[in-house]
């Protein structure tokens, strides 16, 4: 009788932080006519996987061919789209992770990697189709097995290409997402927010992105948006003729009721008292 008997290092340096990494999502998804190619942003990495056909990966700059067995890296933040060969339409498995700040390779353009992973590809499907197979029946400890599963593929992209990744501390982490959604509030605050729209943005939950904006900027994300909508409620109430209903629905209120309440409380007066000052001051200015 003969054994082999191997012993663990337990002094082994782990490639991967596992107390950074987290899978957010899974997704499957197959080229059909309802395809929307527009540029778009992600607050975490994107790693595709390619199961079938052919297309292109595109950024702001580059559009770099891709094919079956392809393993594509897109940096959080990183403008890019999909788009598909008609003749051969695109089909992918893609993983949303946090934690990744940078990947970095031979093939890496523009925040975006591209990896020929022909020598493994067996072996990263198995995995990917056994993480999704977890997800899908949720049994105890699903989410644990999908993280250890989401770690091995890395480790195989890892040997089997010449690609490192960067891994976020969670306070850096945390002070990115609160940026993305402050610009976010700023560019969108006319239109319907709400708290789980926002913390669906930076794929967080809203009680964790409530702590994380407030200790980030001394008030919350709801706070902030109607602080923005005051804000230019001010323009509009000194320096237009809109009715209080016309500037309600313009800045996303809800009722006019709502938005006089909102005002009061953040200015310390009625919108028609701010609106009556700025006449009487300008009254004063014109000397009449």
Not at 57 to 76: A, F, Q, Y
């Amino acid at each position: 009788m003969s054994t082999s008997r191997y012993v663990l290092d337990p002094l082994a340096v782990n490639p991967i932080d596992r107390s950074v990494t987290k899978l957010l999502y899974v997704s499957i998804a197959r080229y059909s006519a309802e395809w929307n190619s527009m540029l778009h942003t992600h607050p975490c990495a994107e790693v595709f996987f390619v199961t079938g056909g052919s297309g292109f990966l595109r950024t702001n700059e580059l559009s770099m061919p891709i094919g079956t067995n392809d393993v594509i890296i897109v940096n959080p933040n990183t403008e890019h789209t999909e788009v598909s060969s008609e003749a051969h339409p695109l089909e992918y498995i893609v993983m949303g992770v946090d934690g990744i700040e940078s990947i970095s390779s031979d093939d890496t353009e523009g925040g975006c990697s591209i990896i020929h992973s022909q020598s493994v590809s067996e072996q990263i499907l198995f995995y990917l189709r056994s993480l999704l197979k977890e997800i899908e029946q949720k049994q105890p400890g699903y989410n644990t097995v999908c993280q250890d599963l989401l770690e091995v593929v890395l480790l195989l992209l890892m040997r089997h290409s010449r690609f490192t990744v960067t891994f976020v501390p969670a306070a850096r982490k945390s002070s990115r997402e609160c940026a993305i959604v402050r610009r976010h509030i700023e560019n969108h605050f006319k239109e319907s927010l709400t708290l789980d729209d926002l913390a669906a943005l930076v794929h967080v939950s809203k009680y964790y992105l409530v702590h994380a904006f407030s200790r980030e900027y001394g008030t919350s994300p709801i706070n902030y948006l109607l602080s923005c909508r005051i804000r230019e409620s001010l323009y509009l109430l000194s320096e237009t003729r809109m009715s209080l209903s016309q500037i309600s629905g313009t800045l996303g209120f809800s009722s006019p009721s709502y938005f006089s309440q909102s005002f009061r409380r953040i200015q310390g007066l009625s919108p028609m008292q701010y609106r009556n000052q700025c006449r009487r001051g300008e009254d004063l200015k014109n000397g009449n």
